[in-house]
């Protein structure tokens, strides 16, 4: 994995600045250390087996899982499960994920699609309380108590939740369902290498090479303070949304899941980076215009694939012109004054995306400090679910 934010950034940068916070290393490398909430540095591995014997015991009972979570106890998930499936999923497992929409016309939907079809419910949620995750729950769990015997139910319900607290906690403890926890030191943006996102994606990838890279990218502790700098020091520039743009439609959940990451994470006290995604060219033929001549609030970072399959068209690889026009792109933006990062991948797998997203833990942590703001928490979020609470009580 090769970090690039200098080649079409210093043009923009102001030196003292960089300076001014590049200074803060140590104080911020101490910060993380010795955070309450930065379980994800040291993640336990050693629920791996149990989830892998789950696993097949679904797979000689169900036909499909229903994975039911939101934000953090889903994004991980989804973004890896579309990046490594197919487009045209024929004959793969499928993996429905719901509890992120209330949609009547949705939820009518996925009742009588289930009705025929043997299923297994992987209940997410750390909290316990978050209000889609309950509701989709306990639809859900009716639908499987109508179609099975009280002893057949147990073996399509898995909950994974907090090792001790919560309503989901309770009802593990009274019926006996599998399950699995979501450490108390993760919080739910952070919990990828945990099962909330490791169970479901045992369906579809090789777990193993997910963790493996994951832990390599933990290693990029320089690379990310040196991205988190330049993300601070472009800030103050009034650069104050940053675009993620991949080349591959495949990544749009992952793009979602970096928005929730940085969104939640600097989103605080008036202060932050928005978020923003592009997937091209698609989008070029939408937001492009903005990007480049527009408001100059943008910078970008741009996802380089270098290696992909080989696909020739009129004699030419696809991938190549791909690249050709991803070059071509950067450099236009770069002329209407908008700064682009790279990040390029040798190749795409589950191993260098593990990597990619333990680096970009790492990003956010160091830039919630460099705005010194919390990086962990998310109160705003709860206002909404309070205030659902009372009108729903
Ligand atoms: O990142 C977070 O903490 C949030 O997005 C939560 O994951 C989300 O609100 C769901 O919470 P819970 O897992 O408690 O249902």
């Not at 080649?7 to 600045?17: A, C, E, G, H, P």
């Not at 001014?20 to 994800?40: C, T």
């Not at 898995?158 to 906690?169: Q, S, Y």
């Amino acid at each position: 994995m090769k970090i690039d934010v200098s080649t079409y950034v210093n043009q923009f940068l102001d030196s003292k600045l960089v300076e001014k916070y590049s200074n803060r290393k140590d104080e911020i490398f101490k910060k993380l250390d010795q955070a309450d909430m930065n379980g994800w540095l040291n993640p336990d591995d050693s629920f791996i087996d149990q989830l892998l014997e789950v696993r097949n015991e679904v797979l000689s009972h169900s036909k499909c899982l229903v994975v039911i979570g939101i934000g953090g106890s889903f994004l991980g998930a989804k973004a890896f499960y579309e990046m490594f499936t197919p487009y045209f999923k024929k004959n793969s497992f499928p993996i429905i994920f719901a509890g992120t929409t209330l949609s009547s016309t949705y939820m009518k939907e996925l009742l009588e699609y289930l009705d025929n079809i043997d299923f297994t419910v992987n209940v997410i949620s750390k909290s316990g309380t978050t209000r889609e995750t309950e509701l989709t729950y306990s639809v859900l769990k009716k639908l499987l108590e109508k179609k099975y015997s009280p002893k057949e139910v147990k073996k399509h319900i898995i909950v994974t939740t907090d090792p001790v607290k919560g309503t989901l906690r309770d009802e593990i403890n009274r019926e006996g369902y599998h399950s699995f926890v979501i450490p108390d030191n993760i919080g739910g943006r952070y919990s990828l290498l945990t099962a909330a996102h490791l169970f479901p994606l045992s369906f579809c990838l090789d777990i193993k090479e997910l963790i493996l890279g994951y832990q390599e990218g933990l290693n990029f502790r320089n690379d990310a303070f040196l991205y988190a700098v330049c993300r601070r020091s472009l800030f103050d520039l009034g650069k104050v949304v940053e675009n993620f743009v991949a080349y591959e439609n495949n990544w749009y959940y992952y793009l979602e899941w970096l928005k929730q990451l940085f969104g939640e994470t600097e989103g605080k006290k008036g202060k932050g980076i928005l978020p923003i995604s592009m997937i091209h060219t698609r989008d070029l033929h939408s937001l492009g215009q903005f990007i480049q001549e527009g408001n100059k609030i943008i910078y970008e970072t741009f996802f380089k694939l270098k290696n992909m399959p080989v696909c020739n068209v009129n004699g030419k690889d696809l991938h190549k012109i791909n690249l050709i026009i991803e070059d071509s792109v950067i450099s236009a933006h770069v002329s209407g004054e908008v700064p682009c990062i790279i990040i390029e991948l040798d190749d795409f797998s589950p191993r260098s995306m593990g990597r990619l997203s333990s680096f970009y833990f790492l990003v956010a942590a160091y830039s919630g400090y460099l705005f010194d703001i919390d990086p962990f928490d998310q109160p705003g979020v709860e206002v909404y679910k309070t205030e659902v609470k009372r009108r729903l009580a």
